[in-house]
């Protein structure tokens, strides 16, 4: 069972838009709608920011959206701010979970 | 509001087993609504999901790992336990307890512990 596979980094000025992807195959990610996002600053745990592919959980800023399209899912930070800089972890289940590589986000 | 925290020892050698215990408070660890599992993260480094327990005791674990592994849980304690045998440097790693809770977010790890960190060395 291999790490899904994120981008090392990316960045961008506030108030703009990322995206992250998460590639993984139709055996994870292309084969159930069972992705979730997290984001984890320095130090801390994780915190839960988009579950079922595209769902909010209660509190997280409708900046964060979920979406999937074959085998590869995204993660889009709308309208950027500088506490979203942080490392981001997609995560698919499929019988066991598989976490992605991390992404870290940088707010220019 | 229901938390979760790691404790165990912060120091184990090469070959011998790690042991770690999450105690849920605010909450029961006996609702069928939940299941409970333990996390890793190698310094610097990603996450690794390690296994699932469900209060009844029915688990899950990263095949990876099956072969060392073992989760059990502790009703009366409210508490989840893991074990890991056999450790060497690899292991190495911050530990987080987490929840899934099943009807709303179904696979997703919702409720996360603070993470204690393990070092495997003599």
């Known amino acids: 069972q291999s790490a899904l596979t994120q981008p090392r980094s990316v960045s961008g000025s506030p108030g703009q838009s990322v995206t992250i992807s998460c590639t993984g195959t139709s055996s994870d990610v292309g084969g159930y709608n069972y992705v979730s996002w997290y984001q984890q600053h320095p130090g801390k745990a994780p915190k839960l920011m988009i579950y079922d592919v595209s769902k909010r959980p209660s509190g997280v800023p409708d900046r964060f959206s979920g979406s999937k399209s074959g085998n590869t899912a995204s993660l889009t930070i709308s309208g950027l701010q500088a506490e979203d800089e942080a490392d981001y972890y997609c995560?698919?289940?499929?019988?066991?979970?598989?976490f992605g590589t991390g992404t870290k986000v940088t707010v220019l | 509001q229901l938390q979760l925290q790691e404790s165990g020892p912060g120091l184990v050698k090469p070959s011998e087993t790690l042991s770690l215990t999450c105690t849920v408070s605010?909450?029961?660890?006996?609702?069928?609504?939940?299941?409970w599992g333990w996390i890793r993260q190698p310094p610097g480094k990603g996450l690794e999901w390690i296994g699932s327990i469900y209060y009844s005791g029915s688990t899950y674990y990263n095949p990876s790992l099956k072969s060392r592994v073992t989760i059990s849980v502790d009703t009366s304690k409210n508490q989840f336990s893991l074990k890991l045998s056999s450790v060497t440097a690899a292991d190495t790693a911050v530990y987080y307890c987490?929840?899934?809770?099943?009807?709303?977010?179904?696979?997703?790890?919702?409720?996360w512990g603070q993470g204690t960190m393990v070092t495997v060395s003599s």
């Open positions: 987490a929840r899934t809770e099943l009807v709303v977010y179904a696979t997703a790890f919702d409720i």
């Open positions: 995560c698919s289940y499929a019988g066991s979970y598989v």
């Open positions: 605010g909450g029961s660890i006996s609702s069928s609504s939940y299941y």
